[in-house]
């Protein structure tokens, strides 16, 4: 719903239900992948998942108790550090993800491909987690240790994760061969890589940094030629030590060559810096 052109925030009730239905589909997708891509091909691309792929092989310990059995302690640190709400969220994926990989323990493997099972295991685990994630809460895994280590030290989710699950990779080189510790490090990119997409979206969009001489005439081309806002900022050059004014647009990816060319038009002299913009949210991009 919408009131005077503005999208009206979620009631915390609606929001609460839609965390919860995003914990419940994450969960699915996690264990799924896990019997269908990881499990069968002795791929332990980290996390508790990844233990009980270890535990199975040299105990033949059933990998939905051994992650239920770690995912308690696990699920206590989430309350005590990540707050009571994060904990009843993640209580409900602490249940949810081994009792989706008991339910799916006897789904025939997707394929016998090691490295086809490295890839789409990876996509599988990561769109789970990333899902998981945006729900505000998690599995009662590893990777409640990966969102106290994101909360406090502002690292992406993705790379707290793959820090986090090097050292299950590691081990598994011994339990099974290096070969498959390899297979598993390539589970472990994509699944990285898949979380940070999830989370933040593809790349699309470039926040464009312009120096120029010709401030007034840069501003109003971009306005009339690009369609874009823009932000005017005060600096000052480190040589010289003379203020100037510095223009900020944040610009689609298929309209930063449009940009480019406008810049210099009016000035081709002007010092261009364009960076990657994870994410942006306003008007004219995505909805907050």
Known sequence: MTKNGRRQPLSDKT???????????????IAFAFNLFLLPNDIASGGVAGISTITDEVFGWEPAFVQGFLNVPLFISGVLILGVNFGLKSFIGTLALPFFVYLTKDFDPATNNALLASIFGGIGVGTGLGIVF????????????????????GISLGLCIAIID???????????????????LIGLFVTSRTIDIIQVGFNTSKNVMIITDCVESMRKAIFDEVDRGVTILNGEGGYTRESRNIIMCVVDQKEFTKLTKTVNKVDSKAFVIAMAAAEVLGEGFKKK
């Open 15 to 29: 929001q609460l239900i839609i965390d919860y239905f995003f914990v419940i589909v994450g969960a699915f997708f």
């Open 134 to 153: 945006k729900g505000r809460a998690s599995t009662g895994g590893i990777d409640v240790a990966a969102q106290i280590l994101h909360k406090f030290s």
């Open 166 to 184: 090097g050292m299950i990779v590691f081990t598994s080189a011994f339990v099974f061969s290096v070969e498959q510790a390899l297979y598993a």
